[in-house]
Structures are given as structure tokens and as C-alpha cells.
């Protein structure tokens, strides 16, 4: 049978965490200075109106656009991104992604939730995530059964973390449990890589109210977010449209103020 590139992705991830936890044990991690700071909600971000819902990406290169950008400063972006930002997401995937921890570790200046965005596995790797000062985690439906989902949500609202999960089609509505925050819909369908908002906006009603909806992946225009926070998305999980630009910083103020500019004409 053929690998997908998600198969491929978890392949890669099992030998690592096994690699990680040889050389750090969780009683390591958790003597990590990050580790003992109390984290942000992004609940509460999302439902901040002075803010914009958007969840903005440090994100280098990826499986299926190769290099996005090799050159920005993820200081300097992040900090300009954490202005109007509900939260950042930053990769801490280095073979797929080109992140490491250390990036997360330097956007955590900003006073924002900041999402590990990487493939978790593993309670070491959430054990990780609080070490390196996430808020936040992501679990992917389509990598998880719905026992793990519940085990790693349940191990990360243990450290306080909260939970993003994230789905991508009706049958993966199946993972959703009491211990995830909210609930993202990716556009991009990870095996085939094909991206179509339509996926959003077809999953939206059979999300429960109780979880700020966040939809993810593909977004590039201001009416694409106005048409998903009128079907009822609190959140807008953004990547290349700004980081393939050469100064992203200046493509995520440009978009924030015709956002605005497009919210005030409603
Ligand atoms: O982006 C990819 O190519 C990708 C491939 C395989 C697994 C995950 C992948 N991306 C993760 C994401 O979901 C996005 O980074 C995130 O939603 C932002 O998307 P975008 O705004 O389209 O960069």
C-alpha cells in the first residue's frame, strides 16, 4: 500500500519522539523555565472583538509549496503578526516545516496564545509543548483515534494547555470530546493536498456552539473571511498568504487594515 505524505509525516514523527525522549526525560522537561508559566487562553482570544480571529503562521516551507520563506526573522514577524492577532501558530516540524523549537521559543515574548503547530503523537511531545511555552495544541483527526484524542486532550488540559482539534471531514466529527477547546476545519485535504473552503463551510453546522470554530488553510482574501464569520467561524488559521511575501510583517498589517476597512462597510 502507498504512503500518503500524512503517513509519511507520522512515520518520521514516531522515530523522532523516540530519539527526543532518549536524550530528555519529562523530568527534565518540566524543569524548563516555560514549563511552570500559566498559559493564555485562546478561547478567550478568539472571543476578543478588538482583535481580529486571526491565528497567524510562522511557516517556512511545507510538503506541498516547498520553500514559502527562508529568510524572515520569526522575532520580528511574530511580533508584528501579535499587534492584531488572536494568536500565532508557530511549526515546530523541521524536516516537513523547517521550524524548531527554538522558534516558538523566541515568539514567546508576545503576549498572545501561541499554538505548537506539529504532529502530536505522544504525551512526550505535549509534555514538549509546555516546555517550549505553547498555550496550545493541535491534534489532527485524520493521524488519531478518538482514544488518543481524548488521552493527549486529556494529558494537556492536565498541564494547561488547551486543545485545538483539527478535522476535515463529516466522519472525523466523530473525535470531538468534552476535552477539546475548539474545533478547526482544515481546507486542505492533507493526503491529496487540494484546498477548498467549501470544506469550512460545509462543517460548520455540525459543530457544537460550545467550540469556537476555527477554519484553516487557503485563506488569502478579506471577503473569505467575512463569508466564514458570517457562517459562524471564530477563528482563521493563516499561513502562506503572509509569509510568502518578502516582508510579512507588512502583508499581515496591509490585510488586518482591509479587514477592518471591510467590516466597518458591513
Ligand atoms: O501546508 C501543507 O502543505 C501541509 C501538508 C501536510 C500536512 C499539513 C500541512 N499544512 C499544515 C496546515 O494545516 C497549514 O500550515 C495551516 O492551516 C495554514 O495553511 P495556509 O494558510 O494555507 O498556509
Known amino acids: 500500500m502507498s504512503m500518503n505524505i500524512l503517513d509519511t509525516i507520522i512515520a518520521q514523527k514516531q522515530k523522532e519522539v523516540a530519539e527526543r525522549k532518549a536524550v530528555t526525560s519529562l523530568a527534565q522537561l518540566e ?3 516555560f514549563f511552570a508559566r500559566p498559559t493564555l487562553s485562546l478561547c478567550h482570544f478568539l472571543s476578543d472583538e478588538t482583535r481580529t480571529g486571526i ?4 511557516k517556512r516551507k511545507s510538503p506541498s509549496k516547498g520553500i514559502i520563506n527562508d529568510k524572515a526573522d520569526v522575532l520580528a ?5 501579535a499587534t492584531a492577532a488572536s494568536g500565532l501558530s508557530v511549526l515546530t516540524d523541521t524536516q516537513f516545516f523547517g521550524g ?8 514567546r515574548v ?8 506539529d504532529f502530536m503523537i505522544d504525551e512526550y511531545q505535549v509534555y514538549e509543548a509546555k516546555a517550549m511555552g505553547a498555550d496550545v495544541i493541535l491534534l489532527i483527526a485524520a493521524c488519531l483515534t478518538p482514544a488518543e484524542v481524548r488521552d493527549l486532550a486529556a494529558c494537556a488540559k492536565g498541564l494547561g494547555l488547551e486543545v485545538l482539534l483539527e478535522i476535515h ?7 470531538i470530546t468534552g476535552l477539546v477547546d475548539m474545533v478547526g476545519v482544515n481546507n486542505r485535504n492533507l493526503k491529496t493536498f487540494e484546498v ?3 470544506t469550512s463551510l460545509q462543517l460548520i453546522e455540525q459543530i457544537p456552539h460550545t467550540k469556537p470554530a476555527v477554519a484553516e488553510s487557503g485563506i488569502s482574501d478579506v471577503d473569505t473571511i467575512v463569508t466564514l464569520q458570517q457562517a459562524g467561524f471564530k477563528g482563521f488559521l493563516i499561513g502562506e498568504n503572509f509569509m510568502k511575501q518578502a516582508n510579512p510583517s507588512i502583508a499581515f498589517t496591509d490585510f488586518v487594515n482591509q479587514l477592518k476597512a471591510k467590516q466597518h462597510a458591513h
Open 31 to 33: 524543569k524548563q523555565p
Open 55 to 58: 491565528i497567524a503562521e510562522f
Open 77 to 81: 514577524v511574530t511580533s508584528a503578526y
Open 196 to 198: 477548498d473552503i467549501r
Open 110 to 117: 508576545n503576549q498572545v496564545p501561541i499554538l505548537r503547530k
Open 100 to 107: 524548531v523549537t527554538a522558534d516558538l521559543e523566541a515568539a
Open 169 to 175: 471531514n463529516e466522519a472525523e466529527l466523530e473525535h
